[in-house]
């Protein structure tokens, strides 16, 4: 890695800053800081909570004005990251406005700017869209080296072939968060990458992982954890409490996560007289959330698709027995009838999947969940994932303790 100053450093780009559901990304900042290097950490847009509840706390974010982008250093970005053909074939590609690309351009060369100010070694996006196509751009309007984290799900649809293929014929790496993200960036390539890649888990720092667990004699105490948003189904799972061989076995289900299906959500969960039993938690902090895990036996994840969600390793990790949909990369984790449930997508399907595990006696259950623990402990492990990053950036030189003033957070 180049180094600015006297310590190597890394700008971290997301697009949104904050997002309760990608605390993850700041357990991995953390953990890279923690060996030395200073991290500055961007943002493309600020989020806002949608209910009257605001976030939970978060880290700090430093807002910096966007203000205009005149049109001549516009116009000369455009030309630096490829012309506008080469933005209206991307827009083409991938079925969009080509709007978008130029709001891309312009969040580029904002960036840049506070960038001179800020300066880093190497740039880090997470996820395979919006701020990893800035950071292509950045390293077309300067020359710094980015690489970018591909997690699965909405990442590896195919109408972002043509971006990923763009983004890897420049990227000093290409990181993803599992085999199975892996695998689909790969599907849609036609031809073998350009660039360095490698699996870097999203690990969790040792002492989340838990010696022992407390079973209830019934495992009746549900929790997902997952935004309030189609592609998450919780309508399924709404379903399946419903179902004859669920129904008045449930002592509670918690929804943790916010999203824009609540009010519906809530809808339901009344018109199906199961208001007494779900709760909805909104989004809650790392901690809260570790604590509702806790306070559950049950994990579910019904879902659309996923890479290999963060929820469910976390569950693993706290000991509880996970049913999850048999969908994305869920099968690096969940080995059905060994380290867990795994259900066909239907609300049948789980309702059934329920009914096996509100019947698996707890010797079994513990036996299962074990497993979950030894599988999880031994891949996901923080210290590992952010050495496996360092080496991926650049290979750096003996740990120093990162100061207070080591800690930006900016809103381009």
């Given at each position: 890695?180049?180094?600015?100053?006297?310590?190597?450093?890394?700008?971290?780009?997301?697009?949104?800053?904050?997002?309760?559901?990608?605390?993850?990304?700041?357990r991995?900042?953390?953990?890279?800081?923690?060996?030395?290097?200073?991290?500055?950490?961007?943002?493309?847009?600020?989020?806002?909570?949608?209910?009257?509840?605001?976030?939970?706390?978060?880290?700090?974010?430093?807002?910096?004005?966007e203000?205009?982008?005149?049109?001549?250093?516009?116009?000369?970005?455009?030309?630096?990251?490829?012309?506008?053909?080469e933005?209206?074939?991307?827009?083409?590609?991938?079925?969009?406005?080509?709007?978008?690309?130029?709001?891309?351009?312009?969040?580029?060369?904002?960036?840049?700017?506070?960038?001179?100010?800020?300066?880093?070694?190497?740039?880090?996006?997470?996820?395979?869209?919006?701020?990893?196509?800035?950071?292509?751009?950045?390293?077309?309007?300067?020359?710094?080296?980015f690489?970018?984290?591909?997690?699965?799900?909405?990442?590896?649809?195919?109408?972002?072939?043509?971006?990923?293929?763009?983004?890897?014929?420049?990227?000093?790496?290409?990181?993803?968060?599992?085999?199975?993200?892996?695998?689909?960036?790969?599907?849609?390539?036609?031809?073998?990458l350009?660039?360095?890649?490698?699996?870097?888990?999203?690990?969790?720092?040792?002492?989340?992982?838990?010696?022992?667990?407390?079973?209830?004699?019934?495992?009746?105490?549900?929790?997902?954890?997952?935004?309030?948003?189609?592609?998450?189904?919780?309508?399924?799972l709404?379903?399946?409490?419903?179902?004859?061989?669920?129904?008045?076995?449930v002592?509670?289900?918690?929804?943790?996560?916010?999203?824009?299906l609540?009010?519906?959500?809530?809808?339901?969960?009344?018109?199906?007289?199961?208001?007494?039993?779900?709760?909805?938690?909104?989004?809650?902090?790392?901690s809260?959330?570790?604590?509702?895990?806790?306070?559950?036996?049950?994990?579910?994840?019904?879902?659309?698709?996923?890479?290999?969600?963060?929820?469910?390793?976390?569950?693993?990790?706290?000991?509880?027995?996970c049913?999850?949909?048999?969908?994305?990369?869920?099968?690096?984790?969940?080995?059905?009838?060994?380290?867990?449930?795994?259900?066909?997508?239907?609300?049948?399907?789980?309702?059934?999947?329920?009914?096996?595990?509100?019947?698996?006696?707890?010797?079994?259950?513990?036996?299962?969940?074990?497993?979950?623990?030894?599988?999880?402990?031994?891949?996901?492990?923080e210290?590992?994932?952010?050495?496996?990053?360092?080496?991926?950036?650049?290979?750096?030189?003996?740990?120093?303790?990162?100061?207070?003033?080591?800690?930006?957070?900016?809103?381009?």
């Open positions: 890695m180049t180094l600015a100053g006297s310590r190597p450093s890394v700008g971290y780009l997301v697009s949104e800053h904050p997002k309760p559901s990608q605390t993850f990304i700041e991995e900042i953390d953990a890279v800081r923690a060996r030395g290097v200073r991290v500055v950490e961007f943002a493309l847009w600020s989020s806002q909570p949608t209910r009257a509840n605001p976030w939970p706390a978060v880290r700090p974010l430093a807002v910096f004005e203000g205009p982008v005149d049109s001549v250093r516009f116009e000369r970005a455009v030309a630096d990251v490829g012309g506008r053909a933005l209206e074939r991307l827009a083409a590609e991938r079925g969009a406005n080509m709007t978008i690309y130029e709001g891309y351009v312009r969040k580029s060369v904002q960036l840049v700017g506070l960038l001179g100010t800020n300066p880093v070694g190497h740039l880090h996006a997470h996820f395979g869209m919006g701020a990893s196509m800035v950071a292509l751009f950045v390293h077309r309007m300067t020359g710094l080296p690489s970018f984290t591909v997690h699965g799900g909405e990442d590896v649809h195919p109408r972002y072939a043509l971006e990923h293929a763009l983004k890897a014929d420049s990227a000093h790496t290409v990181v993803f968060a599992s085999e199975y993200a892996r695998a689909a960036f790969k599907r849609y390539q036609n031809a073998p350009p660039c360095p890649s490698q699996v870097v888990r999203c690990g969790l720092p040792r002492d989340y992982f838990c010696s022992q667990a407390e079973f209830s004699p019934r495992a009746s105490r549900l929790c997902v954890v997952a935004r309030l948003e189609r592609p998450k189904r919780h309508d399924i709404i379903d399946a409490l419903d179902d004859a061989g669920v129904r008045g076995r002592e509670r289900c918690e929804f943790v996560g916010e999203g824009n609540r009010s519906t959500l809530e809808s339901q969960v009344r018109e199906r007289g199961l208001a007494s039993i779900v709760r909805f938690r909104g989004a809650l902090s790392s809260d959330t570790r604590r509702a895990i806790d306070a559950s036996d049950i994990c579910v994840l019904p879902t659309d698709d996923e890479g290999v969600p963060v929820a469910i390793i976390e569950a693993m990790a706290r000991q509880k027995l049913i999850a949909a048999d969908v994305g990369g869920l099968r690096e984790i969940i080995e059905p009838g060994v380290t867990g449930m795994l259900y066909d997508g239907s609300s049948r399907g789980l309702s059934e999947a329920l009914s096996r595990a509100l019947d698996l006696p707890p010797i079994e259950r513990s036996a299962m969940t074990g497993r979950a623990l030894s599988l999880v402990r031994d891949r996901y492990v210290d590992d994932s952010a050495d496996q990053l360092l080496r991926l950036f650049a290979g750096q030189d003996a740990a120093q303790s990162p100061t207070a003033s080591d800690r930006h957070t900016h809103n381009v």
